[in-house]
């Protein structure tokens, strides 16, 4: 079977893809362009618009692509250098490194437990204890890297990539519920509501997004040897 690639423009039906990219964040009155905290040539990092924490947010690719399976070997080696610099960020801004990331990576459309079928990678920080409410669900992790990733979407299987105490690994995602791993989330906490849709534009919602642009931005202000010239907003 061929190798996954990058998937065609999609048009206009993508709302992680311009011109919808921040249409949601409109119809909530909050920002969209320029809530952006960070950028570069290949992905962009801002707030979740419907955040399950303060510091929650999301590393989405310019280009249209699937799911970071379908990533080429230097896009995720890039990918890969945005977390280190989202754990720096949350050094600054919350005091710990320590960071949650987490994706629904479809196979098909929607697969995985996606609502978008756009890659992107969400953040959170602190370590809550994702992977294992997800274990007990029955669905077993192994060790995740590209490769790994790449055979569940070669062989039209979705996936769950879960990154929490510095180790990252992958799930079986076929059948799972929409949002799953945002479901999972507020399983390993306090309980909660998981689906964006039930808290997007509400007013806690909405000065959780505001926190978090305010924080990140902040920190990303800040200098750091390690960050290219180009990556601030």
Known sequence: MAEPTAQPAPGHECVLCPPLRFRFNGM????????????????????????LAEGHVLL????????????????????????DRVARLYGRAYGTRELLLFEHGPAISQGGGACIDHAHWHFLPGTPGVRTVVEERGLPGAPADHAALRAYLRTGRSYLLVEEDGVA????????????????????GQNGTWRWQETFGLPASRRRFLRTLQALRGAAAAPDADDPPDSHQ
Do not use: K, Y
């Open 60 to 83: 989405v690719t310019r280009e249209h692509h699937q799911c970071a399976a379908a990533f080429g070997p230097a896009l995720w080696e890039r990918a890969l250098r945005w977390r």
């Open 28 to 51: 909530a009155d909050l920002p969209g362009e320029s809530g952006v905290i960070a950028r570069d040539a290949d992905f962009l990092l801002m707030p979740d618009v419907a955040p």
């Open 169 to 188: 690994t992958v799930h079986p995602g076929d059948g799972v519920r929409s949002q799953f791993l945002r479901w999972a989330v507020t399983a390993a």
